[in-house]
């Protein structure tokens, strides 16, 4: 079964770069979409944008110009880039997968960022 | 982008009862629509998919039903386990993907 673990800094200045790896285990990150989806405290989810393990990539209009998200098929990973953060970036934030028109399947257990100085 | 209203936003219930929450989406999806249940300091939990497929392992007192704009998450007898905040999900082809704003089922 394959399992999803996010990983990086808890705590990020405003005006800073939040970046986050997910790592996969136990399947393949080929023919997925691999997505980051967030939930600010006491929120719903806003998804972020996704990534192919071609490199391929979609991102919500909400935060394009901010965000990169990218693949590293050898390590079976991908990655969260998210520039220019301010206090409204604070959230929790989930590595998910899914095939296109299908559901999230895989979530990671979220890892809590802290967007303050 | 696609808009997903859910309703109630918070509701009461007793163990036993049957619940239904609704899922309202601002165009029509077809039966691209998804049910998640979240506990809390949990990541959510695929239940339902593209409208009505009963996801593996989870209890067949859970159903849903719809498709275009309107769908329907259903526990026939709530169960303990069952208080938590529950969310829509639209996957259809278009951009962003989007989720209702969650219901919260508490114990009453």
């Known amino acids: 079964q394959v399992q999803l673990q996010e990983s990086g800094p808890g705590l990020v200045k405003p005006s800073e770069t939040l970046s986050l790896t997910c790592t996969v285990s136990g399947g393949s990150i080929s023919s997925y979409y691999w997505s980051w989806i967030r939930q600010s405290p006491g929120k719903g989810l806003e998804w972020i944008g996704y990534v192919l393990d071609t490199g391929t990539t979609n991102y919500n209009p909400s935060v394009t110009g901010r965000v990169t998200i990218s693949v590293d098929t050898s390590k079976n990973q991908f990655s969260l880039r998210l520039s220019s953060v301010t206090a409204a970036d604070t959230a929790v934030y989930f590595c998910?997968?899914?095939?296109?028109?299908?559901?999230?399947?895989?979530w990671g257990q979220g890892t809590l960022v802290t967007v303050s100085s | 982008d696609i808009q997903m209203t859910q309703s109630p936003s918070s509701l009461s219930a007793s163990v036993g009862d049957r619940v239904t929450i609704t899922c309202r989406a601002s165009?029509?999806?077809?039966?691209?629509l998804n049910w998640y249940q979240q506990r809390p300091g949990k990541a959510p939990k695929l239940l339902i998919s593209?409208?009505?497929n009963l996801y593996s392992g989870v209890p067949p007192r859970f159903s849903g039903s719809g498709s275009g704009t309107d769908f329907t998450l259903t526990i026939s007898s709530l169960q303990p386990e069952d208080f938590a905040t529950y969310y829509c999900?639209?996957?259809?082809?278009?951009?962003?993907?989007?989720f209702g704003q969650g219901t919260k089922v508490e114990i009453k």
């Open positions: 999900q639209q996957s259809y082809a278009i951009l962003p993907w989007t």
């Open positions: 998910v997968r899914s095939r296109w028109l299908q559901p999230l399947d895989s």
């Open positions: 593209v409208a009505s």
């Open positions: 165009q029509p999806i077809g039966t691209y």
